[in-house]
């Protein structure tokens, strides 16, 4: 199966054939792949070679390991479009349940630099809602919203345990119209690390966005942690 002659790595083959069996559905979601002794036979290299070609598939999502009972084709991550959408509306347009946990609700005079972002006066509070966003009751995110007092003022605990877009949409009949979004990859923190579920170190996902009501009145800032082996953002680009 392997072209010894070629100039493509032993581990780089042995990798496009398990990442072929995992997009073709040779080996299947949640069932484990043969054993790096099995491997090792089948393509008659030596285990640190297989290892590679595993580690690798890891390292892309595609695979994950178990202590002492193997490796799993991992679940596809979730290819969400960078686009002015809700979680609540994501998770519904791809046929998922979405729920959150609230962690804390707190209304506060924030630091300086969220003031300056939200084009707030001296004094003017917000309100800080941390939630944990799940997609089928597994952890995506972890969230926390700032939002100016006296543009959603009779916010409540009830509205946060649905969709905040759905309150400023329906409820407040302010409109979103546009943002402007940022990201980054970082090593999760441990508190993040505990609520996503995920072992430290992991890399995640950090994203900013800052959104603006039509008349460009600042109405969200959202610093979200999203757990970078469920997720993928995508764009699509114009020249
Ligand atoms: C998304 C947004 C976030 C927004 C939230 C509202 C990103 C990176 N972030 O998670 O800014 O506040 O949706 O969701 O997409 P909700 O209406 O379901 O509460």
């Known amino acids: 199966m392997l072209d010894k002659q070629s100039p493509v790595p032993m581990y780089a083959q042995i990798e496009d054939y398990l990442k072929n069996q995992i997009l073709q559905g040779g080996f299947v979601i949640g069932v484990a792949i043969p054993s790096e002794r099995e491997l090792t036979d089948t393509f008659g290299v030596s285990r640190m070679t297989v290892r590679q070609s595993i580690t690798n598939l890891v390292n892309e999502g595609l695979l994950y390991r178990e202590k002492g009972r193997g490796t799993y084709v991992a679940t596809p991550k979730i290819e969400q479009p960078l686009s002015l959408t809700s979680f609540t509306e994501d998770m519904l347009s791809r046929g998922m349940k979405p729920s959150n946990k609230l962690v804390s609700f707190e209304k506060m005079i924030p630091e300086i630099d969220i003031a300056q972002e939200l084009q707030l006066a001296k004094g003017e509070e917000v309100f800080i809602v941390k939630r944990i966003r799940y997609a089928d009751d597994k952890p995506m995110a972890i969230e926390r919203s700032y939002l100016p007092v006296k543009l959603v003022p009779d916010l409540e605990l009830n509205n946060i345990e649905g ?11 302010l409109i979103i119209s546009h943002a402007s979004q940022r ?3 970082v090593l999760v923190k441990k508190e993040d690390a505990e609520f996503l579920q995920i072992s430290m170190p992991s890399a995640v ?3 900013e966005r800052i959104s603006y009501l039509t008349n460009d009145v600042p109405i969200e800032i959202v610093r979200s942690t999203y757990r970078a082996d469920r997720y993928k953002f995508i764009s699509e680009i114009r020249r």
């Open 205 to 207: 996902l950090m994203i």
């Open 163 to 173: 969709s905040l877009y759905s309150f400023i949409e329906k409820d407040k009949r």
């Open 183 to 185: 990201m980054e990859a």
